[in-house]
């Protein structure tokens, strides 16, 4: 039943986000995107509490919502320039949301929350909100839909071959007392998984590009036409390294959920658990593309 169920929810849910991520334009991408951002925020600000923190709920969702709504209002054109304001914006945002936290905090009657309070926000930011950011910006770039597009079905696709596989076959534990049902096998699986798929989108992605195009789901822009294909091993080498960050996303949030005494973040999503359940892998993974991205445009 449980496996039905986490079936039917990835059947509704992926061609939304798919349509999304190709055809919708960046500032409704951005504000999905922060969307996703504030329930997660919210089961993770919950988790916290188990801690005994007092989190920062309505600031928390205030400095957020004002992150995502500076992107949903300043996309441009040059990926040059969208690329550098974002790194200004990150990086400006980062470096004053401790003190902006912690200044709010400062009006509490017990002092002892205020620390805790703050840290958890700060955390909420970086943990969360910053790699959904790194999604919104890669798609502002070139070829950024056909990006995002072949980091989803990465992590898809580890996703899937590391349950399945760990289910039947796994034996060795990973980590027993962070998440006790992942193997090796899984782990071997999910990578191997994501490198078939890496290579597959790598040899036919100028078919796939045009036949996203022709079907209207991407613009010439997004689509992998105009840039030339890196070499095979790089290739190979960046579909590792999203694999190995995304399993370490899912057993950080398994980290997080096994302190707090959790087997599910949230229970807003039938058969996956909560949000942040469903977007662990991507918050790991996605720095890592969008950093091979920014790299691309401005060396």
Same mark, same amino acid.
């Given at each position: 039943?449980?496996?039905?169920?986490?079936?039917?929810?990835?059947?509704?849910?992926?061609?939304?986000?798919?349509?999304?991520?190709?055809?919708? &334009?960046?500032?409704?991408?951005?504000?999905?995107?922060?969307?996703?951002?504030?329930?997660?925020?919210?089961?993770?600000? =919950?988790?916290?509490?188990?801690?005994?923190?007092?989190?920062?709920?309505?600031?928390?969702?205030?400095?957020?919502?004002?992150?995502?709504?500076?992107?949903?209002?300043? @996309?441009?054109? =040059?990926?040059?320039?969208?690329?550098?304001?974002?790194?200004?914006?990150?990086?400006?945002?980062?470096?004053?949301?401790?003190?902006?936290?912690?200044?709010?905090?400062?009006?509490?009657?017990?002092?002892?929350?205020?620390? @805790?309070?703050?840290?958890?926000?700060?955390?909420?930011?970086?943990?969360?909100?910053?790699?959904?950011?790194?999604?919104?910006?890669?798609?502002e770039q070139w070829s950024?839909?056909?990006?995002?597009?072949?980091?989803?079905?990465?992590?898809?696709?580890?996703?899937?071959?590391?349950?399945?596989?760990?289910?039947?076959?796994?034996?060795?534990?990973?980590?027993?007392?962070?998440?006790?049902?992942?193997?090796?096998?899984?782990?071997?699986?999910?990578?191997?998984?994501?490198?078939?798929?890496?290579?597959?989108?790598? =040899?036919y992605s100028l078919p796939?590009?045009?036949?996203?195009?022709?079907?209207?789901?991407?613009?010439?822009?997004?689509?992998?036409?105009?840039?030339?294909? &890196?070499?095979?091993?790089?290739?190979?080498?960046?579909?590792?390294?999203?694999?190995?960050?995304?399993?370490?996303?899912?057993?950080?949030?398994?980290?997080? =959920?096994?302190?707090?005494?959790?087997?599910?973040?949230?229970?807003?999503?039938?058969?996956?658990?909560?949000?942040?359940?469903?977007?662990?892998?991507?918050?790991?993974?996605? &720095?890592?593309?969008?950093?091979?991205?920014?790299?691309?445009?401005?060396?």
């Amino acid at each position: 039943m449980a496996l039905l169920k986490r079936v039917l929810t990835a059947v509704v849910l992926i061609p939304i986000v798919l349509g999304l991520v190709l055809r919708a &334009p960046v500032p409704v991408l951005a504000l999905f995107a922060a969307l996703v951002a504030l329930l997660a925020v919210q089961e993770l600000l =919950k988790l916290a509490e188990a801690y005994g923190i007092r989190p920062l709920h309505g600031p928390t969702y205030a400095f957020l919502g004002l992150f995502f709504l500076f992107l949903a209002i300043s @996309p441009g054109s =040059k990926p040059l320039l969208t690329t550098a304001i974002f790194v200004y914006t990150v990086g400006f945002a980062a470096a004053i949301a401790p003190f902006v936290f912690l200044t709010i905090a400062m009006r509490r009657i017990n002092l002892s929350t205020a620390f @805790p309070a703050a840290l958890v926000s700060t955390f909420a930011f970086g943990y969360v909100a910053l790699p959904l950011g790194c999604l919104v910006q890669i798609r502002e770039q070139w070829s950024g839909a056909f990006l995002l597009l072949y980091l989803l079905l990465l992590v898809w696709a580890g996703d899937i071959f590391a349950y399945f596989v760990g289910r039947t076959l796994g034996r060795h534990l990973m980590s027993p007392r962070i998440s006790p049902k992942k193997t090796w096998e899984g782990a071997i699986a999910s990578l191997l998984a994501s490198l078939v798929v890496g290579m597959l989108l790598y =040899k036919y992605s100028l078919p796939i590009s045009t036949a996203l195009l022709n079907a209207h789901l991407i613009e010439q822009r997004d689509g992998l036409f105009a840039l030339q294909k &890196p070499a095979l091993l790089p290739a190979l080498l960046l579909s590792t390294g999203i694999n190995i960050a995304a399993q370490l996303g899912d057993l950080v949030e398994s980290l997080i =959920k096994r302190g707090a005494g959790v087997k599910d973040s949230g229970t807003l999503l039938p058969g996956h658990g909560g949000v942040l359940d469903r977007i662990d892998a991507l918050l790991f993974a996605a &720095p890592v593309l969008w950093y091979y991205a920014a790299w691309r445009v401005l060396q």
